[in-house]
């Protein structure tokens, strides 16, 4: 089970945007930790807010798809914490 549902989600990112994308106003209101907003906002900036939704966590890869992963990384196109939000965005 999530901590967070995806009303809350949207919700949060509604505000983070009505209000001049203002991190900290926005965790305080929400009491949310640092990491948790920034993995919502990086998704939802790759994905949009239909991203925001609960989905089977249980994923499998094809051995290119992870080997295309590895190689983003090691050319500085995603950090390792920006891949996984990125290959697996259901997390969080």
């Known amino acids: 089970m999530t901590k967070y549902n995806p009303l809350f989600k949207q919700q949060v990112l509604e505000f983070y945007l009505q209000h001049n994308?203002?991190?900290?106003?926005t965790r305080k209101q929400f009491h949310l930790n640092r990491q948790a907003l920034h993995r919502?906002?990086?998704?939802?900036?790759?994905?949009?807010?239909?991203d925001l939704t609960i989905l089977n966590l249980k994923?499998?890869?094809?051995t290119e798809f992870?080997?295309?992963?590895?190689?983003a990384v090691k050319n500085g196109h995603y950090s390792i914490g920006n891949t996984s939000i990125l290959v697996y965005p259901t997390l969080g």
Do not use: E, M
């Open 21 to 25: 994308k203002n991190r900290s106003l």
């Open 40 to 50: 919502w906002i990086i998704r939802f900036n790759h994905f949009g807010i239909n």
């Open 66 to 71: 992870k080997l295309t992963v590895i190689q």
């Open 59 to 62: 994923q499998i890869y094809s």
